[in-house]
């Protein structure tokens, strides 16, 4: 699976999670850019993300993530091991 289509089922994660059904994901989006995202929904969205993409993410992983693009890359690298 290659960047753009994990990022366009992320996007979709995005957009249900977030109940904003045309928000435009970008690698520099944080939490800080999407007035809906907070603990919970944070929560809500990486369980989606594993259950979509079929992984969990490792706790040191997700310290390690500072914006979308960070979570992209490491989606890209654990579904294509």
């Known amino acids: ?6 990022t366009e089922k992320t ?3 995005f957009r249900e999670i977030f109940q904003e059904p045309n928000l435009e994901i ?5 939490a800080n ?8 929904s944070h929560l809500t969205m990486i369980a989606r ?3 979509t993409f079929g992984f969990k993410f490792k706790l040191k ?4 993530m500072k914006n979308v693009g960070d979570m992209l890359v490491l989606i890209e690298e ?3 091991i």
């Open 61 to 64: 992983e997700m310290v390690k």
């Open 49 to 51: 993300v594993e259950e």
């Open 78 to 80: 654990k579904v294509n």
């Open 26 to 30: 970008k690698p520099e989006m944080t």
């Open 11 to 13: 996007q979709l994660i």
């Open 1 to 6: 699976m290659n960047l753009e289509e994990i």
């Open 33 to 40: 850019d999407v007035d809906k995202w907070d603990s919970l």
